[in-house]
């Protein structure tokens, strides 16, 4: 809520309390809008304009009736205005919420106090723990508003506060209710923040939400407001809620893309698109159908395998069932056709390729789409690292193909990554992006080179972990490592979810796996660098993760989600290392992140320096909506500027002295010329990035 928007509400009711005409106050909002809460680009800068505390309590203090009318969104500051008033009337539209735990930050204008006294604690627990936005509907269920309207919002409400004009304000000042009781309060707050705790993987934003809740539930309103104060105060100039507030622009700077051709977002118009096709119904090309159903699109869904297309249509199907029912709207069953002949795709406005990741495969599928769909259609693959303009160079229109890179579950996963060729077309790019949005999806648009940018980063990550193993750590220690750092899974984990033998086949085609070098130096040497072979010697005993009942780590059984310490794998380590002379250390946890995070922030600047991704913001968006990077720690290029850079470059350049044969570990030159310029902050990163550019 801006300044001059307090200003403005502070003088008017000030003039409506004194004028005695005036019988009665309803606010409301600006275009369909009643607020959308504080204004986060002021929280950098000193308070102007009246604060929104003494605001609220000056409202709800009137011996006038003052009443909200939400239309659009009541959130943060704007639903805290909404509970100082004495009543709500909210349009069946509209949302209301409290979402500051999202920005690392607590509801501080009585939203902790007020909510707890009018709906509950456990309710308000929930509702202020997670910033969800709440419906209409809901929140008259739960007592936020006091009535629902289809019609006029404004019309209704002024109808309404007429009608209680003369009634006694007493029981309707929140501030004076006592919070509903509750049986046994201490076990209630023991077990919010117990679950608090695990979801939030060390945000202390959800946890300090809890402690004000408690506040109201426990201290007078007066005291109450106190601590909710003081507790603001240890969030507001937190590292966690700078990173958190910097994902956030983030995420709305991705959409203002560029390319290095100079064409951008706001000069490239994206063309309509009514009709799309997925071909290839595996798990990718399932959840990228339903994706597009469920953004009202029409879906041709092709799979040649006459087996795999039924099994396909039933699990379509049910994920479009289980969303609308998640959603409360009717599933877009009628959205999707099927077939198994590539001809079906003719009327197609965008294909989106979904086939195994196999170039050959994938060639021969843009050969056939060549030849089948209308003039001007887009061609889109999913791959996930193979060369899209080798792809495009399949078609006689290479300008109009694009990457289109989703991640598993493709329907509930927010990133996708929009890689474009040197030949692929503004228009192209822009209608990808578009596609993505209607989808609900946080679309980042990149360059095309090896594992673009999540996997790209993704490979020295990995191969640190394996080395970390072959030095004296466990998978236990280095994934314990990682999820204390905040990531919901640590490498091996993740390996074992996603099935070591999908690495094993890429490693495979690169020529890297040589079963014939079981010991000695040669063995951990490819193409002149460090390579580990850990990886390809458990495939090769069958121990492909989950899906096998044992991997980095057993299983009860195949499929089973619960990982346990393998005994047979610890012996097998200290095998692989007594076969190889590798003496063992003490790894610490410090180690672990250092190596992993650091080589993979180094590949990141390159990244860059490459100009494969525009800005830092771009590769932070991927980690964090892609990768499981933790929102808390605002993404790999945020969290190195948060460490330093300068002590990221030392730890590099150690790293790099030990390990000599590890390339990737020598510091990036952009680095170097950000740390020689005074480390400036992440937001003047690109000037940075366009000199080094411009001197290519």
Known sequence: MHSAVRQGIVDTVKKAVSDPLVKCVVICGQNGVFCGGADIREFGAPMTGPPLVPMIHAIEATNKPVVAAIEGAAL??????????????IHSKARVGLPEVTLGLLPAAGGSQRLPRLIGVPAALELITTGRHVSAAEALKLGIVDQV??????????????????RSLESRRISTFPCPPVSDLDAVFDVAMQRVRQSARGAIAPVTCVQAVRAAATLPYTQGMKREQELMATLFTSGQARALQYCFFAQRAVSRWSMPSGARWDTSKPRPISKAAVIGLGTMGRGIAVALAQAGLSVVAVETQEKQL?????????MLERGAKRRGVAPALGLVSYSHNIQAVAEADLVIEAVFEDMDLKKKVFQQLSAVCKPGTLLCTNTSSLDVDHLASQTPSPELVVGMHFFAPAHVMKLLEVVYGPRSSPQAVATAMQLGKKMGKVSVAVGNCRGFVGNRMLKPYMEQAFFLLEEGATPELVDQALEEFGFAMGVFRMSDLSGLDVGWRVRKADGLVDPDATSGRSARIRQGRRYSPLGDLLCEQGRFGQKAGRGWYQYDKPGSRVAKPDPWLHNFLEQYRARHGLGVRHIDHQEV????LYALINEGFRILEDGIAAGPEDIDAIYVFGYGWPRYRGGPMFYAGMVGLANVLERLEHFHQVHPDVPYLQPCSLLRRLVASGSPPIQKWREVIRKVHSQL
């Open 310 to 318: 039924m099994d396909a249509k039933q699990a379509v199907s049910g």
């Open 593 to 596: 992140l250092e190596r992993c």
């Open 149 to 166: 309207t289809d019609d006029n919002t404004v019309d209704t409400t002024v109808k309404f506060a007429l009608s209680v004009v003369g």
């Open 76 to 89: 943060g500051g704007g639903l805290e205005l909404a509970l100082g008033c004495h009543y709500r009337i």
